[in-house]
T-cell receptor, first 115, second 115 residues
Framework: AQSVTQLGSHVSVSEGALVLLRCNYS??????LFWYVQYPNQGLQLLLK??????LVKGINGFEAEFKKSETSFHLTKPSAHMSDAAEYFC?????????????FGTGTQLKVEL | NAGVTQTPKFRVLKTGQSMTLLCAQD?????MYWYRQDPGMGLRLIHY???????AKGEVPDGYNVSRLKKQNFLLGLESAAPSQTSVYFC??????????????FGPGTRLTVL
């Protein structure tokens, strides 16, 4: 079985500060990992994904994440937060076993960006 | 391309009433999914489909039924709505893959309230 743990349901940063959102995964097979962002009253939008090609993955809007197998982590970072980054962020792990491409999501981290 | 669309956007039901949520995608995707999103619980998979005419249970299937009569449509039914089914429902789709993992594309969601 696979699972995802997101530490911190709410994170608050100042505009211009580093953003760090934590994600740890558990998977019995090599994982595919995703970060999605959800703006208020909208669906989920892909930020970036890890599919074993490179451990440092760059996504949209200046976000990146590093896959660390030894730590079973896939933390999301952005060097300088912008007000428009305020949203909810979800980490997800995928497995191709059992048919389909099912995603298991973490419980989400609400990011607040303050002036 | 419209991507993934969901109908309706909002709905209020009384306990015991039935309804059907419609998901449509115009990307010719083989796989489709229904999730529910509840505060603090992330997204949980209700049912999914790996192709026209096929459906399978996800993590929280009780109280829901689905059908995939056409490749582009995936219907979610509630036969007898209960207050515990008050949630935001998201549909998603992605391409079939034998290797690697393709991102899921999400619809805008349906906000359902059961009184």
């Amino acid at each position: 079985a696979q699972s995802v743990t997101q530490l911190g349901s709410h994170v608050s940063v100042s505009e211009g500060a580093l953003v760090l959102l934590r994600c740890n995964y558990s998977s019995s097979v090599p994982p595919y990992l995703f970060w999605y962002v959800q703006y208020p009253n909208q669906g989920l939008q892909l930020l970036l994904k890890y599919t074993s090609a490179a451990t440092l993955v760059k996504g949209i809007n200046g976000f990146e994440a590093e896959f660390k197998k030894s730590e079973t982590s896939f933390h999301l970072t952005k060097p300088s937060a912008h007000m428009s980054d305020a949203a909810e962020y979800f980490c997800a792990v995928s497995s191709l076993t059992g048919g389909g491409n099912k995603l298991t999501f973490g419980t989400g981290t609400q990011l607040k960006v303050e002036l | 391309n419209a991507g993934v669309t969901q109908t309706p956007k909002f709905r209020v039901l009384k306990t015991g009433q039935s309804m059907t949520l419609l998901c449509a995608q115009d990307m010719n995707h083989e796989y489709m999914y229904w999730y529910r999103q509840d505060p603090g619980m992330g997204l949980r998979l209700i049912h999914y489909s790996v192709g026209e005419g096929t459906t399978a249970k996800g993590e929280v299937p009780d109280g829901y039924n689905v059908s995939r009569l056409k490749k582009q449509n995936f219907l979610l039914g509630l036969e007898s709505a209960a207050p515990s089914q008050t949630s935001v429902y998201f549909c998603a789709s992605n391409r079939h893959t034998l290797a690697g993992a393709y991102e899921q594309f999400f619809g805008p969601g349906t906000r359902l309230t059961v009184l």
